[in-house]
């Protein structure tokens, strides 16, 4: 559907459709506390008899509202068509350095792997993520280009589906609108046709509470959670209730969360998954990792057979780590025999 459609049918039909046609519109006035407008009128219709201050509380003008459901219904058309592109496999083809030399190497993704991407502090992970993020066709300053299923993506795919096709989650993640937990699983799970969706959003918030070392309830709102509540949130609901085939994670070692939980529960969805990361155990948990070096790509190192038996010993260290962490945020004494709890004898946090 065309942009001028979905605009006509903003102004035209009535709220019970277009709540019918897009469930996230009803969650949107719920956001707004705007739960009761009758669904016999138009939008303009039902926002006749409500006061420009009250909109103005929540930094809306009735054109805004509008906008927002137009983005909101193109947003669930890309989705829907998004969910035709089956993705098969993604290549990364190389471009420039931040010196302007060529690239040592590209690599190619099959669905169900785990990349992790590793380089010191600014040499270029995040820009990489980027890239993918945009299906960059050698316009970004690393001139890169991703391919998927071995094809460069079309115009509609890049520009349409391209935030359909990807799910990012950066550091750096703020909720704007205030609705319950519950209530914004239940706009994600009907935008993305999920079938049972009590069901599904049940399991969504017992997996982001496992994932998260704080845990919240179904009824909190979201902006009240911590950085870390809300990583694991948007973790669980990535790989639970997400159609995107390819999984963007910037950082998930600084959130607070059990990491080898999430990369289990994102490696099981068979998405493509992207971890940018500094920490052996997300990147030894990743069947290839990607060093970046300088802003190119450096180095493409499988993961080898070694490497994976020790990374039973770096999970085993890290759980002591993790129950340290957690005695420190209980207000517990670290004074107990320290070698002994790390090397040998049996001694507890
Ligand atoms: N190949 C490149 N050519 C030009 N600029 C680049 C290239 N790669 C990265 N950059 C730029 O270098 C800067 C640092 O890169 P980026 O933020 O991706 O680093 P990072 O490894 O993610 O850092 P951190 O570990 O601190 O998060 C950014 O401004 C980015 O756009």
Redesign the pocket.
Known sequence: MEHSQILKMIHTQKLGRLFELCPAIRLFFSGIRLERLDTEETLEEALQGIADEYLEDFGLTRGEISDSLVRLMEKDRDEKSGEQVAVRELTVLP????SGNAEQSGFTVRRGEIVAVV????????????DIECLAQSDT??ERSILINGEIPDDACRFSLGGRLISQLSQNMNFVIDLSIRDFLTMHAQSRMVERVDDRIEEVFLCANRLSGEPFQMDSGVTQLSGGQSRALMIADAAILSNSPIVLI??IENAGIDREQAVRLLAEREKIVFL?T?DPLLALSADRRVV?RN??VYRVLETSRRERSNLAVIEREDRKLMELRRSIRLGGRLDFDMEAFFHGVQGSA
Do not use: V
């Open positions: 471009g420039l350095d931040k380089g010191p502090t600014g040499s270029g992970k995040s820009r990489l993520l980027g300053p690393t910037d950082e940018s500094h970046i802003g190119g």
